[in-house]
């Protein structure tokens, strides 16, 4: 959007996420000016990893970097605890400044990344194609990967338990890189701390459970917990639902690349997506992953006004 764009060529990324008058702006504006049905809270998945002490930079053009990896027991002892109420209060701080601005037009949604997706960045330094140092860490010391995950688990109930204290009505935890994985070890590496972060969000709170790749390992994630599972655009909704089965909420899952369609062309891709969901209660409407910087505003507009007419036809 051209709102954030301006804010970004002023301010650094970490700077952005670090005031919160601006980092409520950027989480507000898109409500006003989009139509959606929620705010999403304007931070970074990988916040939480910076007071860890392991050198997190956003570098222009490359995206995250972490300049001192974990892969071994000696930069396991190094790690930090990230102490979210201590180090993090800027984000607590927004989610009160956000919760203020939006007076219960719609509900606000707080996030993390996953452990595992955490855990990934920190071992590889940054996006990684074949995941092999993260994969080579579990397999030949699942002590030090135990031991790591544990930390990373604590840390991100922490920071969401405090989202959720500071004002957020929702939270979902991003696992962006859970589909690397093969099915057994989600289950024997992921599913258990993915489990415990659901399990020590304060109860009542929906949890919203995402990640992408992850079309074979449906079962496992409804195993892993959440309200809700998000499903990426590499499976159809009805077939996924079925698979998690129809008593969990359901969101998702256009593809983003769809929003360079014509506004008509995305109407007829949003009908078939409400078809599949059935008018079953539960269905959250949503792109399969991440919006394209280069995606045209007008057209996200035109998702979200043929939702909103084709949802209520469908009532």
């Known amino acids: ?36 049905d929620a705010a999403i809270l304007f931070a970074d998945i990988l916040l939480l990893l910076e007071p860890m ?36 209060s800027f984000v607590f701080e927004t989610v009160e400044k956000c919760r203020r601005e939006l007076n219960n037009r719609v509900p ?11 855990a990934s960045y920190l071992i590889e330094g940054g996006g990684s194609r074949n995941y092999v140092h993260t994969k ?13 995950m544990e930390k990373l688990a604590r840390a991100v109930s922490d920071y969401l338990n405090g989202q959720i ?3 957020a009505q929702a939270v979902q935890i991003f696992d962006s ?5 093969a099915p057994a070890d989600y289950e024997k590496f992921v ?23 992850t079309a074979g390992a449906l079962k496992l994630l409804r195993a892993a917990g959440g309200d809700v599972i998000g499903l990426d655009w590499r499976v159809n909704l009805d077939e996924g639902w079925a698979n998690i089965g129809h008593d969990v909420a359901i969101q998702g899952n256009l593809d983003p690349v769809a929003l ?25 409407f949503n792109l399969g992953h991440g919006i394209l910087p280069e995606t045209p505003v007008d057209h996200v507009i035109a998702m979200v006004d043929a939702v909103h007419e084709l949802s209520s036809r469908n009532q």
């Open 108 to 118: 606000l949604i707080g996030f993390s990344g996953a452990p595992f997706t955490l």
């Open 136 to 148: 080579k860490l579990f397999y030949s010391d699942p002590g030090a990967w135990q031991s790591l």
């Open 191 to 213: 599913l258990p701390y993915t489990h415990a972060v659901i399990r020590a969000i304060k109860p009542g709170v929906p949890v919203i459970n995402f990640s992408t790749g």
């Open 177 to 181: 890189w859970a589909g690397c994985l």
């Open 165 to 167: 204290a500071a004002g």
């Open 260 to 284: 360079f369609a014509s506004p008509a062309e995305i109407k007829i891709q949003v009908a078939e997506i409400l078809r599949q969901a059935g008018r079953r209660p539960g269905h959250i």
């Open 53 to 88: 002490g392991v050198g997190l930079e956003y570098s222009k053009g490359d995206g995250p970097v972490i300049h001192r990896p974990v892969r071994s027991n000696a930069d396991l002892d190094r790690l930090k605890e990230a102490e979210p109420e201590k180090n993090l």
């Open 1 to 36: 959007m051209e709102e954030y764009r301006k804010l970004r060529a002023q301010y650094g990324f970490l700077e952005l996420c670090k005031r919160p008058d601006l980092a409520a702006e950027i989480t507000v504006t898109p409500v006003e000016r989009l139509g959606v």
